[in-house]
């Protein structure tokens, strides 16, 4: 096996010398994210961190907006390396409220700012996510770049209900398929539930969900709503072994949105992303669902309806 164009050695020794990536910018203060929401929200505002907790989790995850490769990964987000970020002498750490156990140890490095990263009593995940950006926005100093995404997202959102004006209302399932034949729902308190609800949409999902909006269900519990549409993330060769595995199902095969051909893949989003995701997930839902015969999808709500009647007259 090769070795690694960074060892460990010379990463430290870098940072130690404050010479990793080039010379620092005196203007921009040196923030470190221990959630992917804070970085995801923080790229989202103009500001790159210089250290981010699980860098692979959030390149598969969320993906955009893409972290520079000079930002460090520090490792779990349960377990950051903290031997590099003292080190680092970063200005700021921006954490999770769940991350409380570590807090003491952090603030001996730096000082914390600490965030929820769901909802919680908020009115809704979007609210929160606005509250959010506009708090680390004062905190880094981009209060005017924060507003202006906040803008951009709603600016998003408006487009994909005017895309989307013909499907107000229409029920819609959204979820990642399991390669155990379950699904991981989406509900009304995540971000892309949100989202939905927002721009038209009405979230079929009626069963319990967890404080950040998430639930898992088997197939069987997917048959509630006949008139739904079914929208999940494709996540490459892992949907592909999902959907072979669910098309053996007579339960999957026999679900009105698989007869009737209703199931809509589209890109990965991070179910409780921040604001750049949100946008992200309006503007794929305006270009997956516009093409939807919609015509065709009333006409065949139709006949069954009609079907079931004249079975009830017999």
């Not at 009593?121 to 996510?129: G, I, R």
């Not at 999902?242 to 698989?258: E, K, Q």
């Not at 893949?265 to 992303?273: F, L, R, S, T």
């Not at 992200?280 to 079931?308: K, P, V, Y």
């Amino acid at each position: 096996m090769s070795e690694p164009a960074i060892t460990r050695r010379s990463l430290l020794g870098g940072l130690a010398l404050g010479t990793l990536g080039g010379p620092a910018r005196a203007a921009a203060p040196r923030v470190v994210t221990l959630d992917g929401l804070f970085t995801e929200t923080l790229l989202g505002i103009g500001l790159v961190p210089v250290a981010a907790a699980n860098r692979p989790l959030y390149e598969r995850l969320t993906a955009q907006p893409a972290l520079p490769p000079e930002v460090v990964d520090l490792g779990p987000l349960q377990e950051p390396n903290l031997e590099l970020l003292r080190l680092m002498r970063p200005d700021l750490l921006v954490a999770a409220t769940w991350q409380a156990q570590t807090q003491g140890a952090l603030a001996r490095i730096a000082p914390v700012a600490a965030f929820p990263t769901t909802a919680g009593n908020a009115p809704s995940p979007l609210d929160h996510l606005d509250t959010l950006t506009r708090a680390l926005g004062r905190r880094v100093g981009h209060e005017a770049q924060a507003e202006a995404r906040i803008a951009e997202t709603g600016a998003a959102l408006a487009q994909a209900r005017a895309t989307l004006a013909g499907h107000l209302g229409r029920p819609a399932y959204i979820c990642r398929l399991r390669e155990d034949g379950r699904v991981a729902m989406f509900g009304a308190r995540c971000t892309v539930g949100d989202v939905a609800a927002r721009v038209g949409l009405a979230n079929a999902w009626s069963g319990g969900q967890s404080g950040s909006g998430t639930a898992f269900a088997g197939i069987e519990d997917l048959g509630a709503n006949p008139d739904a549409i079914l929208i999940h993330f494709d996540r490459g060769r892992e949907t592909v072994r999902a959907l072979a595995r669910l098309d053996t199902s007579p339960i999957w095969r026999a679900l009105p949105f698989v007869r009737l051909q209703r199931v809509v893949a589209m890109p990965v989003v991070h179910p409780n992303g921040a604001l750049p995701s949100a946008a992200r997930f309006a503007g794929q839902l305006a270009a997956a669902l516009q093409d939807i015969d919609l015509q065709d999808i009333d006409r065949q709500d139709t006949d069954r309806q009609g079907a079931q009647a004249g079975t009830r007259r017999r």
